[in-house]
C-alpha cells in the first residue's frame, strides 16, 4: 500500500470516531466555550475535545508528523508529513442544530502553508448525513464506495457555494462578489462549511465553489478531494489577509475565475 492510501485510511478512520464524538456531544446539548475573530465566530467544547481526540489519534499512529488543528495550533514534526485538522467544520451550524458540519482532516508533504505543501491525503466526515469523502493523491476520490467526480458541462447555469468572513465590515465586498457572479449561476449556496462544500464540488452536487479568507484548515482536505475528482483549485491574493480560493470542474473554474479577475 502507498504512504497516500496508507494516509487516506487513517484519515477516514480518524475522522469517523471524531465525527460520531462531535454528533454525541451535539446530541447532549453545545456549550459554547469562547468567541474567537469576532462575536459571531464562535468555539465550543466539543471543537476542543474532537480536536484533541484527532490529535491522541494521530500522535499514536505516526508519532513523528507535525500537526496543525485550529483549535490547538502548530507542532512541529520530523517525519516531513503534517496533519491539517478542522475538528468542527462549520460550527456555527453545529451550534444552531443544523446539520452542515463536519470534520475535516487533511494530511500534506511538507510545512503547514498551502502555498508550498503537497496534499497527500484528505478525509471529510459529516457525521449528521452519514458521509464520509476521502482522497488519496493519484488514487481518486470517493464516498461510502463511490467515485467522484466534478461536473463538467453546466448547460442550465452553474449551481455555485460561497460563504462570508465574521467581520462585518467584509460582508458587503462578499455580497458585491456573489452578485458579479449570478450572471453564470444557475443559483448560490451559502451553506456554512467550507470543507462540505468542497467535498459536495467533488461529488458533483455543486458545480462551483468560492470563498475569501480561508484557513488551511478549511480547505487541506477538501481541495485534495476536488482534484482528485477531475476538479481545480486555485488561490489568489495569497498575500492577503483574505485569499481567494476558487474550486470547480475545469470549465466554471475558469469562468469563475475569470469574472473575479476583473476589475469590479
Excluded at 458521509?131 to 447555469?157: K, Q, Y
Aim: glycine fraction near 10%.
Amino acid at each position: 500500500m502507498t504512504l497516500e492510501l496508507e494516509l487516506r485510511d487513517l484519515a477516514t478512520e480518524i475522522a469517523e470516531e471524531a465525527g460520531q464524538l462531535a454528533r454525541l456531544r451535539r446530541q447532549e446539548g453545545v456549550r459554547l466555550a469562547a468567541t474567537k475573530s469576532s462575536l459571531a465566530d464562535i468555539v465550543t467544547d466539543a471543537d476542543r475535545e474532537v480536536e484533541a481526540l484527532i490529535r491522541s489519534r494521530i500522535r499514536v499512529a505516526r508519532p513523528d508528523d507535525g500537526f496543525l488543528g485550529e483549535e490547538t495550533g502548530a507542532e512541529a514534526g520530523s517525519s516531513g508529513i503534517t496533519w491539517i485538522v478542522d475538528p468542527i467544520d462549520g460550527t456555527v451550524n453545529y451550534a444552531y442544530g443544523i446539520p452542515a458540519y463536519n470534520v475535516s482532516i487533511g494530511a500534506v508533504r511538507g510545512e503547514p502553508d498551502p502555498e508550498t505543501w503537497e496534499a497527500l491525503a484528505g478525509a471529510v466526515n459529516a457525521p449528521a448525513l452519514g458521509e464520509t469523502f476521502a482522497a488519496a493523491r493519484g488514487h481518486g476520490a470517493w464516498s461510502n464506495g463511490i467515485r467522484l467526480a466534478v461536473t463538467d458541462t453546466t448547460p442550465a447555469g452553474a449551481l455555485l457555494a460561497t460563504g462570508f468572513g465574521y467581520d462585518p465590515a467584509t460582508h458587503e465586498g462578499d455580497i458585491a462578489t456573489v452578485a458579479r457572479v449570478m450572471p453564470m449561476a444557475r443559483d448560490v449556496r451559502r451553506m456554512g462549511a467550507a470543507a462540505l462544500d468542497l467535498a459536495f464540488v467533488a461529488a458533483g452536487r455543486l458545480d462551483g465553489y468560492f470563498e475569501r479568507g480561508l484557513r488551511p484548515w478549511d480547505f487541506a482536505a477538501g481541495a485534495l478531494l476536488v482534484e482528485e475528482a477531475g476538479g481545480v483549485v486555485s488561490r489568489t491574493d495569497v498575500d492577503s489577509p483574505r485569499p481567494m480560493l476558487v474550486a470547480g470542474g475545469a470549465e466554471v473554474h475558469a469562468r469563475l475565475c475569470a469574472i473575479l479577475a476583473e476589475n469590479p
